[in-house]
Structure formats: C-alpha cells, structure tokens
C-alpha cells in the first residue's frame, strides 16, 4: 500500500497566520494608544513569537507525519523549539525589554487567533434535496 503525500503545513494554516497576526496587530495599535510603545512592542514581540511557535510546531509535526527522519530527531527538535521559546521569553523580560503583561497578551494572540480562523472556517453544511430524500 502506497503513502499518500503529505500535505504540506503552512497551507491549512494560513488562515491561522494571517489571524495572528492580525490580532497582533490589533493588540499592539490598541497597547500603544492606551498604555505607549513599551507595551506595544511587548503585545507585538509575544504575537511574533506565537506565530514563530506555531510555524515550528507545524514544521516538527509535517516531518514527524511524513515519516521522513527517525523520532528521536523529533524529540531534540522539541526540546530546542521549547527551551529556544522559554530563552527569548526569559530575555525579553530580564533585559526589561518589554512589559511582560503585554507580552502575555501577545502570546494569548495565538489561541485566540487558532480558535478565530477555525470558526470562521466552519461553515454549516448544506443540504441538497436530493440527499433529504
């Protein structure tokens, strides 16, 4: 029995990406106009790093389903994706390069913006008259 291919990743997701970020985007104008550029900086680096995770998770899950590298090559690229996003969040905080609040709410950009284009993509099915008989 043949593999069918793989279907490639980022195409299912672009919805979510272009929510994201804009929800992002939305985020940081709203920050910055009620709380200034700090918090606006820090709404706009947590959605990056939101859309930067999703684009990695999505990457490791492609490789793991197509069956192309062995898994514990997965689990390394796990790990690294995971202790690379708990690095830059733990620099961006300790360097007070950003508010950690807004950089909170950037991150929340990432189930807001998954569960946004989720819905928007989930259209009731219709019914033709020749499937009701």
């Known amino acids: 029995m043949s593999k069918a291919p793989a279907k490639d990743p980022t195409s299912s997701l672009k919805a979510a990406y272009w929510t994201i ?7 940081a104008t ?11 900086f820090g709404v706009a680096a947590g959605a990056l790093l939101g ?9 490791i899950v492609y490789m793991l ?20 996003f708990g690095a830059a969040c733990f620099f ?8 950690p609040m807004g950089l909170l709410l950037g991150l929340a950009t ?7 284009s989720q819905l928007a993509a989930a259209r009731p ?8 008989r």
């Open 21 to 27: 970020g804009l929800a992002g985007l939305i985020g």
């Open 30 to 40: 709203a920050a910055a106009l009620l709380y200034g550029s700090f918090a606006a």
């Open 51 to 59: 859309l930067g995770n999703l684009w990695a998770i999505s990457r």
């Open 65 to 84: 389903t197509s069956g192309d590298a062995p898994r514990p090559l997965f689990i390394l690229l796990g790990l690294f994706k995971m202790t690379a």
């Open 92 to 99: 961006l905080i300790s360097r007070q390069l950003v508010d």
């Open 110 to 116: 990432l189930p807001f913006g998954l569960t946004m």
């Open 125 to 132: 099915a219709r019914i033709d008259a020749q499937e009701r």
